[in-house]
């Protein structure tokens, strides 16, 4: 199944999958870009989903999100439901590992976010997203170990999707 929270590989480096969104009738994984640049990947480059393949077909530089197209049968997608946040509990997402957070500030581009001091993400967490009900509200993008904070790429965008996929 490829969902938000699943495993996406970049020649042998593991990222997360932020969110799965559709668009026109195919998939699209969001994660952030800074985990595929480690692993050498750029625009045009194959990535691993859960036994499938997808392609880095645009790169938002401002926000560090990468668009992968997927090719995957429908019934290994689950979309997610992408929302706007509101200030107040939320958690990140890595396959089974869920960390409580609160959303801070609520922005256009980013939003703030706060971790319990003793259970912070970690550097392979970026990516994974932020969910507050059963909603994807942001993916994370950074974390400050210093005072507990992170921020997430904000969704805005990427709802409604139609507006910006595949120029």
Not at 50 to 62: A, I, K, L, Q, T
Request: with cysteine.
């Amino acid at each position: 199944m490829i969902a938000a929270g699943g495993k996406i590989v970049c020649n042998k480096k593991d990222g997360v999958i932020g969110a799965v969104i559709e668009d026109h009738g195919k998939y699209y994984v969001l994660t952030v870009y800074h985990v595929l640049k480690v692993g050498k990947c750029g625009l045009g480059s194959t990535v691993h989903l859960n036994g499938y393949s997808g392609r880095v077909v645009e790169v938002h530089w401002y926000h560090d999100l990468a668009v992968i197209e997927v090719d995957a049968p429908e019934e290994e997608i689950e979309i997610s439901d992408i929302a706007e946040p509101e200030i107040g509990p939320a958690y990140s997402l890595n396959g089974t590992k869920r960390i409580n957070c609160n959303v801070m500030t609520v922005g256009k581009t980013y939003h703030y976010l706060s971790f319990p001091m003793g259970d912070m993400p970690l550097p392979g967490d970026s990516g994974s997203p932020i969910i507050q009900g059963d909603k994807v509200v942001g993916i994370l993008a950074s974390i400050f170990f210093n005072n507990a904070t992170g921020i997430a790429a904000s969704l805005d965008e990427f709802a409604p999707v139609d507006e910006f996929l595949i120029k």
